[in-house]
């Protein structure tokens, strides 16, 4: 945290005569607010505790075999106990010796030869589970593993493409809001062209021409996601870049770059760590249903609208753990994240507290 | 007015233009080669060859964007790639399905959603107040999917309710059997987060000095809410609404691919699937018009529903 940094350094260098008037720094206070938000600080703890689980899938600590087909297929959870056998409805197996036939058996002289060969190769009967800890899906897979490596996808997918959108909108949004004049009427306009389109339309043009897998939609999202960010950006920077301090800076000679980068961004850096953890939560959510049309991720991944588009076949069979796993997984991280980023709102922005 | 209307339609020029130019670009560019889309694997040079002739790919660049300015000017689209229905016809026979769906979907939120947040609104921090605001928040964390998926399998198939999926030609048999459903589960994932948007803008107002005046004048508060509140709310209804009406015409895909309804938003699914530009590229440009069109019809409902705003 460089911003963070620099900003408990300044209120210390103002404060280096007296003790007294020591000032507490924006993110202190933050971190103050934050501290005595009981929910806030509890679904933050949610959240690291999943992202310990997402670094440990992607180091394969965890959750590395998820492809192997350890179970019988659809196996139930392990608490609901093995499917009771189904009456398969054939003929008894008969008892007693096999007759003889290799009189006239034209294959019986061959028999032993192939025996022999057969013993060159060997098979490793593996003992499938009748039971996995959360059931296992139609290839008897673990549903367990896939829910955590199904996280790792999604969440990585909704970070990164907040991330990159972050990116994007800030940028333009620094530009337009501090130049102003053309290159604003430019960034107005662009902007202007992507707000027409319906956002779902312009996920799908842009989906039908970048293709599939991780990256693809993390670009797509990401291009796509971009504009609110923007807007709000270059409103902050056109508040600010008339203030005193940034005028100040003007007057000691520091270039637009640094005016733009180092003096007003980290004052207008809170508004976009809240703006970035909302559209985290979106993107999660919109990665989940571009999988689930098969727009999404390739299909050796997994992520949790992979597992419910299969879900949806198997509930009919009355199948229903691996649908429960998935949602139960995506419920509890987007609540989480949710109510972190509304408390992240609060302590960070306290004037828009209670405000919806 | 006129002035107003004039420069506002000037001023959609521009924007028109930049969609015009970024949904060209975006297929020119990133698309890959029509020819060999629409070619096929098995295709001879000889043929790609030809059908990139057909399509102007051998022209340069500013003349297909020519080409492609005047498909939109006189909607004629030519014809789907993937099969070779008329684009015209697609939408007219596509956009009736959507409307069927979504209309009602529209209206029933609206109609539910101001009633319920006035009440929320009007009982502020009460156990009502808490509960809905927790409900929404942990319902809109589960995707609409799982909504779906489990609303199809409980009401469809083990309580038979409606029937799984399936559409006629009839209107009326639509209304009645098949659309219910689709309704129901959208309205159950909607419902939530929009009684919490309309509560908000009733919040705004009712810690205004004018709800003040009208109570200490004796007004039942009935007439408070229904007569003062709810008039100087509806501009950010309005808003809102504006913004929730250009899907109607897109509709759920999501509803519609799941309930096989035969809409606009499955035939853009499609074409995304079987890269089918021309539908996908034609479905954008008239939606961003049409979401122009609405905006503006939104700025003048403004001056209807409140004559103090001053268009300008």
């Known amino acids: 945290m460089n911003t963070a940094a620099n900003i408990t350094t300044q209120s210390a260098d103002g404060a280096a005569g007296s003790e007294l008037q020591k000032s507490e720094g924006v993110w202190a206070a933050a971190w103050r607010r934050f501290n005595s938000d009981k929910v806030g600080l509890g679904s933050a703890i949610v959240v690291i505790a999943f992202l310990v689980l997402i670094v ?10 998820w492809q192997a087909e350890i179970g019988v297929p659809n196996a139930p959870p392990s608490f609901m106990g093995p499917a ?11 008892q007693g010796p096999n007759v003889d036939l290799s009189a006239v058996d034209p294959l019986a002289p061959r028999y032993a030869e192939w025996e022999e060969r057969a013993k060159q190769f060997q098979t490793t009967e593996v003992p499938k589970a009748e039971t996995l800890p959360l059931g296992g899906d139609r290839l008897g897979r673990d549903v367990l593993a896939k829910a955590i490596k199904g996280t790792e996808i999604s969440v990585f997918v909704g970070l990164a493409a907040a991330i990159a959108a972050t990116l994007i909108g800030t940028m333009l949004g620094a530009f337009g809001g501090f130049f102003g004049g053309k290159i604003s009427d430019f960034l107005e306009w662009v902007y202007n062209v992507f707000e027409s389109i319906p956002n779902i339309l312009l996920i799908f043009a842009f989906a039908a021409v970048v293709g599939r897998g991780v990256g693809s939609v993390v670009i797509i999202l990401a291009l796509t996601g971009w504009t609110g ?28 770059f640094s005016r733009m980068f180092k003096h007003i961004l980290p004052n207008v850096s809170h508004v976009v760590l809240v703006r970035m953890s909302l ?23 997994v992520s949790w609208g992979t597992m419910l588009a ?19 997984f995506m419920a509890v991280f987007v609540t989480a994240f949710s109510l972190m980023a509304d408390a992240l709102r609060d302590a960070l922005d306290p004037k828009l507290r209670g405000l919806e | 007015m006129a002035a107003y209307l004039i420069r506002r339609l000037w001023q959609m020029v521009p924007t028109l233009m930049g969609v015009v130019l970024l949904v060209f670009f975006l297929f020119k560019w990133f698309g890959g080669d029509p020819a060999e889309v629409l070619g096929g694997l098995n295709a001879s040079p000889d043929q790609i060859k030809s059908i990139r002739t057909q399509l102007g790919l051998d022209e340069p ?21 993937a099969t070779n229905e008329s684009i015209a016809n697609l939408f ?25 947040a006035m009440y929320v609104a009007y009982k502020r921090g009460s156990l009502t107040d808490r509960t809905l605001t927790v409900v929404t928040t942990v319902a809109l964390s589960i995707s609409f999917l799982v909504y779906v998926i489990v609303g199809q399998y409980v009401f469809g198939f083990q309580l038979g309710w409606f029937p799984v999926q399936g559409w006629s030609d009839n209107l009326a048999t639509n209304l009645s059997t098949y659309v219910p459903l689709p309704v129901f589960l959208a309205l159950l994932v909607s419902l939530a987060p929009q009684t919490r948007l309309y509560r908000s803008f009733f919040l705004d107002e009712l810690g205004q000095d004018y709800v003040r005046t009208a109570r200490a004048k004796g007004l039942t508060e009935n007439k408070v809410l229904f007569r003062h509140v709810l008039r100087n709310a509806t501009i950010p209804i309005l808003t809102n609404i504006g913004l929730l009406l250009p899907g109607i015409f897109v509709g759920s895909f999501l509803i519609e691919v799941f309930f096989s309804i035969p809409g606009i938003g499955r035939e853009v699914l499609l074409a995304v699937n079987r890269s089918d530009f021309p539908v996908i590229q034609a479905v954008t440009v008239y939606l961003a018009v049409l979401t122009m069109f609405i905006n503006l019809l939104t700025d003048l409902a403004y001056k209807v529903a409140d004559p103090r705003v001053v268009l300008k």
């Open chain 1, 84 to 94: 009771a056998k189904q009456a398969t409805g054939a003929i008894d197996a008969p």
């Open chain 1, 279 to 301: 559209l985290t939560v979106g993107f999660i959510k919109a990665e989940v249903i571009l999988s689930y049309l098969g727009l999404g991720v390739r299909v050796d991944q």
């Open chain 1, 310 to 328: 299969e879900a949806q076949s198997e509930l009919i069979l009355g199948h229903w753990w691996q649908l429960a796993a998935a949602t139960l």
């Open chain 1, 229 to 256: 960010m923007y807007r709000q950006v270059r409103a902050e920077f056109i508040k600010h870049r008339s203030r005193e301090y940034v005028r100040s800076a003007e007057a000691i000679g520091a270039s637009s």
């Open chain 2, 92 to 116: 007219a026979t596509r956009l009736p399905a959507t409307l069927t769906v979504m209309v009602p979907i529209l209206i029933l939120e609206v109609v539910l959603a101001i009633p319920i």
């Open chain 1, 56 to 65: 440990l899938a992607a180091f394969g600590l965890v959750a590395k075999n």
């Open chain 2, 61 to 81: 660049v500013w003349y297909q964007l020519w080409l492609f300015v005047k498909q939109i000017v006189t909607f004629d689209w030519g014809k789907s790639w």
